[in-house]
C-alpha cells in the first residue's frame, strides 16, 4: 500500500482502525518506510510526553495543533483555488468515545476541525454566562511555515441569514467571537482566492 495520510497513521497508532485495516497497516510499517517511522516516531514521542506529565492535563486542541503543524512543515503546499468552499467536518470532541482505563486530557470545551482546500479551521466554544458562549479558532493554510496567507482575514458569523458578528484575524490567523447566545450560525472565512462557509455552527452548553 502507498503512505497512508498522517491522520490515518495517528487512528492506527491509537487503536481506532477496523481488523482489517489495521493488518494492512502493519505490514506497510513493516517495510521500514523513512517517511512513516518518521511520523511514528514523532508522534509515540509527543503523546509518552503528554502522558507521562501530571502537572497539567492539556487541553485536545494542543495536541491537535502541535500535530496540524507537523504536518503543515512536511508536506508541500498545494495551490488549488478555493472558491466558494463549504467546508467538512473533520473532527469533534464532543461525537469521541471516552476511551477505558486512558487519563483523560480533555476539557469541558467543544473542539472542532473543519477543512476546506488547503485550509483547516480549528474551533473551540466555551460557555459563558447567561446562555452565551464564546468562539474562538485558527485558520491554517497546509504548506505556509509563516501565517501571511491566514492574517487579517475577516468573518462573519450570521443567524437566520443575518450577520450578527464580524471579527479578523490576528497575525497568526486566530480570532474570537465573544458572548454568543446558544444556537446554531454560519461562519464565513473571506480569502483572497474566495471564501470558506461552516454551516450549521453548534454554539452551545460545554460539557458539565
Avoid at 100 to 123: F, M
Avoid at 149 to 164: F, H, M, P, Q, Y
Avoid at 187 to 192: A, P, T
Wanted: net charge negative; charged share 25%.
Amino acid at each position: 500500500m502507498n503512505c497512508p495520510g498522517f491522520e490515518r497513521l495517528i487512528d492506527y497508532l491509537d487503536a481506532r482502525l477496523d481488523e482489517a485495516e489495521a493488518a494492512r497497516m502493519t505490514a506497510h510499517l513493516s517495510t521500514k518506510c523513512d517517511t512513516c517511522d518518521e511520523s511514528r516516531n514523532w508522534y509515540l514521542h509527543v503523546k509518552s510526553i503528554v502522558e507521562s506529565d501530571d502537572s497539567i492535563a492539556p487541553p485536545s486542541w494542543v495536541l491537535k495543533r502541535a500535530v496540524r503543524i507537523f504536518e503543515t512543515a512536511r508536506r508541500p503546499r498545494l495551490a488549488a483555488r478555493v472558491g466558494q468552499a463549504i467546508a467538512s467536518l473533520v473532527f469533534d470532541s464532543f461525537a469521541r468515545p471516552a476511551l477505558v482505563d486512558v487519563r483523560s486530557t480533555e476539557t469541558a470545551n467543544r473542539q472542532l476541525l473543519y477543512s476546506a482546500g488547503d485550509y483547516t479551521v480549528d474551533l473551540q466554544v466555551a460557555s459563558a454566562e447567561h446562555s452565551r458562549a464564546d468562539l474562538m479558532g485558527q485558520v491554517l493554510m497546509e504548506g505556509e511555515t509563516a501565517f501571511d496567507a491566514v492574517s487579517g482575514l475577516k468573518l462573519d458569523i450570521a443567524r437566520g441569514g443575518k450577520v450578527v458578528y464580524s471579527v479578523k484575524t490576528d497575525e497568526m490567523g486566530e480570532f474570537k467571537f465573544t458572548g454568543l447566545e446558544y444556537g446554531v450560525y454560519d461562519l464565513r472565512v473571506e480569502l483572497s482566492e474566495g471564501s470558506i462557509t461552516i454551516p450549521d455552527l453548534p454554539v452551545n452548553e460545554s460539557l458539565p
